[in-house]
């Protein structure tokens, strides 16, 4: 391997397969960075809700893009990455449902996809990268050395994501879980620009009936390999 090659590991799938969970372990376990980028909307999101920005405001959004401050941090033991945007940590209000439905929509228009492309681009350092997303395989990191798509039935997605607000305390229904989830994936899917689907050389992996570790061993059997 040429020393010039930051070696990237891309996870891209949709919501609830379990991304971030098998990125944080990765990162921890090979000693990389980490991009969680659907933090990086959330991020941009939440910024653009707290300054009351017009999202066709295209000026306010471009200097909103090139400053845009957040950081990833994990511990070993713990289960969530750390979150920090200006410097604050914002992991919390990032995961609600408001911020979570606002990054989808924005996601959507090719100028703020375009505007945090090379905000992303710019995670990539050595020793070496784990990226988790919707398109980094395809998109933000096309020549990524090592690519994994996730996948899982909506309904193994859906049960996950009612654990997932049990444990943060929050209220879940399963039919308005259930709506969020296919709203989610119609928008991912048939978005004009970078649509979620796999990477032509992914190793696809289904998580619908493994544990978090037997997806692990098959991340880390591609990377070692």
Request: proline letters at 3%; hydrophobic letters at 40%; aromatic letters at 6%.
């Given at each position: 391997?040429?020393?010039?090659?930051?070696?990237?590991?891309?996870?891209?799938?949709?919501?609830?397969?379990?991304?971030?969970?098998?990125?944080?372990?990765?990162?921890?376990?090979?000693?990389?960075?980490?991009?969680?980028?659907?933090?990086?909307?959330?991020?941009?999101?939440?910024?653009?809700?707290?300054?009351?920005?017009?999202?066709?405001?295209?000026?306010?959004?471009?200097?909103?893009?090139?400053?845009?401050?957040?950081?990833?941090?994990?511990?070993?033991?713990?289960?969530?990455?750390?979150?920090?945007?200006?410097?604050?940590?914002?992991?919390?209000i990032l995961r609600t449902e408001k911020i979570g439905k606002m990054a989808s929509k924005i996601a959507s228009i090719e100028v703020v996809r375009?505007?945090?492309?090379?905000?992303?681009?710019?995670?990539?350092?050595?020793?070496?990268?784990?990226?988790?997303?919707?398109?980094?395989?395809?998109?933000?990191?096309?020549d990524a050395l090592f690519k994994v798509y996730l996948t899982a039935s909506v309904d193994e997605r859906v049960n996950r994501r009612l654990k997932q607000l049990q444990a943060q305390g929050s209220e879940g229904i399963i039919l308005n879980i259930l709506s969020d989830v296919v709203d989610r994936d119609k928008r991912d899917y048939t978005r004009k620009y970078s649509p979620l689907k796999p990477a032509k050389d992914a190793l696809i992996i289904d998580s619908t009936k493994l544990s978090i570790d037997e997806v692990i061993i098959q991340v880390i059997a591609l990377v070692e390999a």
């Open positions: 391997m040429s020393q010039n090659i930051i070696p990237v590991l891309t996870i891209d799938g949709p919501s609830g397969v379990g991304k971030g969970t098998i990125a944080r372990i990765m990162a921890q376990k090979k000693n990389w960075h980490l991009l969680d980028s659907g933090a990086i909307y959330r991020a941009f999101a939440l910024t653009i809700d707290t300054r009351e920005i017009n999202i066709a405001d295209e000026k306010a959004l471009r200097k909103i893009a090139e400053t845009l401050d957040v950081k990833f941090k994990t511990k070993s033991g713990n289960k969530l990455v750390s979150i920090y945007l200006d410097g604050k940590d914002v992991s919390k375009a505007m945090l492309l090379k905000r992303q681009k710019d995670f990539s350092e050595t020793p070496g990268l784990v990226a988790d997303g919707r398109d980094m395989g395809t998109t933000v990191f096309p």
